[in-house]
């Protein structure tokens, strides 16, 4: 079935990037989009962007333009978010799921990122 | 820029009854462009409907979806305990190019 693994909870200071892990398998890798989708405590979903596991094309959210890098790597049909220049605003959970114009069925647990000095 | 505003912000209901979620949009929408999604703590979101109507695999049928240009309604009948989570609609368009609603609670009354 298909499965996206993220890395695990994160804790760092203000100004800090945090790379945050979501690895594919049980289906052919290139063939999907990966969102990025984030929730702050209390807050509703954020679409922050996604990459083409094709061919590493990405699209962001403005919002987050010139701090969020998405990257994959097809040997190991995985993907990467790498948030920069960290502020608390950015504590949130950070969810990959593959899709394209929805987010789609398929989701991964999600990564706990807390931005605290 | 497209803003999708849900009502109600939470809805108290018991189980057994129908609860109606709407999702109004600030512009018109293409309806094959709108999801919805369950979203309960701790957990991922659950992907529930596409294309505005369409339920995604496994999705009960007491659940239901329509509408078009502005406005799209989630039902769900004869809640069951399960079902009470937040909801979200999300639509694909150009500006932005992935939106969000704020959500409805569903909350046991």
């Known amino acids: 079935q298909v499965q996206l693994v993220q890395s695990g909870a994160e804790v760092k200071k203000p100004g800090a990037s945090v790379k945050v892990s979501c690895k594919a398998s049980?289906?052919?890798?290139?063939?999907?989009?990966i969102h990025w989708v984030r929730q702050a405590p209390g807050q509703g979903l954020e679409w922050m962007g996604w990459?083409?596991?094709?061919?590493?094309?990405?699209n962001y959210a403005q919002k987050l333009q010139g701090r969020v890098t998405m990257t994959r790597d097809t040997s190991t049909s995985t993907v990467y978010m790498e948030l920069s220049s960290l502020r608390s605003e950015d504590t949130a959970v950070y969810y990959c799921?593959?899709?394209?114009?929805?987010?789609?069925?398929?989701w991964g647990q999600g990564a706990l990122v807390t931005v605290s000095s | 820029e497209v803003v999708l505003t849900q009502s109600p912000g939470t809805l108290s209901l018991s189980p057994g009854e129908m609860a109606t979620l709407s999702c109004r949009a600030s512009?018109?929408?293409?309806?094959?462009?709108v999801a919805w999604y369950q979203h309960k703590p701790g957990q991922a979101p659950k992907f529930l409907i596409y294309?505005?109507?369409t339920r995604a695999t496994g999705i009960p049928d007491r659940f239901s979806a329509n509408g078009s240009g502005t406005d799209f309604t989630l039902t769900i009948s004869r809640l069951e305990p399960d079902d009470f989570a937040m909801y979200y609609c999300?639509?694909?368009?150009?500006?932005?190019?992935?939106?969000f609603g704020q959500g409805t609670r569903l909350e046991i009354k």
């Open positions: 799921a593959r899709g394209s114009v929805t987010m789609g069925a398929y």
């Open positions: 049980s289906y052919t890798f290139a063939n999907h989009y």
């Open positions: 990459i083409s596991a094709y061919n590493g094309n990405t």
């Open positions: 512009q018109s929408l293409s309806s094959i462009y």
């Open positions: 294309g505005a109507s």
């Open positions: 999300q639509h694909y368009g150009d500006s932005p190019l992935y939106a």
